[in-house]
């Protein structure tokens, strides 16, 4: 029986002395991915905001960045267009006093068709623009997780959202 407790001490101490420490460099790691990632996407938000544009360069430039992390990420990014309409009755044909508000938007999915026709995205003055960035892979500090606890760990550690108003319009 005291053999059996210092094979168990043993494997504790290694526990303790080596597999703590890496979990905790990776949670770091996790840590800092963020910390880049936010200073990222402000930065590609801001320039958009500024500039009332994304060019299929921008676009990219932001992609490789975040790629650097050496983790795979969804972007989903919404542009929001806020319209405004007289209110109508059409029994009668006439306008009414007062106006409707709604927003149009606009999805990455389109915002990249504009890009493969070799244009840029514009935006008005006034519009919305917002942006969610999320892993999609496992980073090691999950990995680590779910095998120290043996347990199913959620795979999106870094998550990023960020928005604004565009201050400038393309000319």
Same mark, same amino acid.
Do not use: C, W
């Given at each position: 029986?005291?053999?059996?407790?210092?094979?168990?001490?043993?494997?504790?101490?290694?526990?303790?002395?080596?597999?703590? %420490? !890496?979990?905790?460099?990776?949670?770091?790691?996790?840590?800092?991915? #963020? @910390?880049? &990632?936010?200073?990222?996407?402000?930065?590609?938000?801001?320039?958009?905001?500024?500039?009332?544009?994304?060019? %299929?360069?921008?676009?990219?430039?932001? &992609?490789?960045?975040?790629?650097?992390?050496?983790?795979?990420?969804?972007?989903?990014?919404?542009?929001?267009?806020?319209?405004?309409?007289?209110?109508?009755?059409?029994?009668?044909?006439?306008?009414?006093?007062?106006?409707?508000?709604?927003?149009?938007?606009?999805? #990455?999915?389109?915002?990249?068709?504009?890009?493969?026709?070799?244009?840029?995205?514009?935006?008005? #003055?006034?519009?919305?623009?917002?942006?969610? !960035?999320?892993?999609?892979?496992?980073?090691?500090?999950?990995?680590?997780?779910?095998?120290?606890? @043996? @347990?199913?760990?959620?795979?999106? #550690?870094?998550?990023?959202?960020?928005?604004? &108003?565009?201050?400038?319009?393309?000319?």
């Amino acid at each position: 029986m005291n053999a059996f407790s210092k094979i168990i001490a043993i494997i504790i101490t290694v526990i303790l002395l080596f597999l703590t %420490p !890496v979990l905790y460099m990776a949670q770091k790691q996790d840590i800092i991915s #963020q @910390s880049y &990632v936010s200073n990222e996407t402000t930065k590609f938000i801001d320039s958009i905001k500024n500039s009332g544009y994304i060019s %299929p360069e921008m676009y990219m430039d932001f &992609v490789k960045k975040i790629d650097a992390t050496n983790n795979l990420y969804n972007i989903e990014i919404v542009h929001s267009h806020k319209v405004v309409e007289p209110l109508y009755d059409e029994n009668t044909g006439t306008f009414l006093e007062g106006y409707d508000t709604y927003y149009y938007n606009t999805y #990455q999915d389109e915002i990249l068709e504009v890009f493969d026709q070799g244009k840029d995205y514009e935006f008005f #003055q006034g519009d919305y623009i917002s942006i969610i !960035v999320k892993n999609r892979t496992k980073t090691i500090a999950t990995r680590l997780m779910e095998l120290f606890y @043996s @347990s199913d760990i959620p795979d999106e #550690q870094i998550l990023i959202t960020y928005g604004g &108003v565009i201050r400038d319009e393309m000319d």
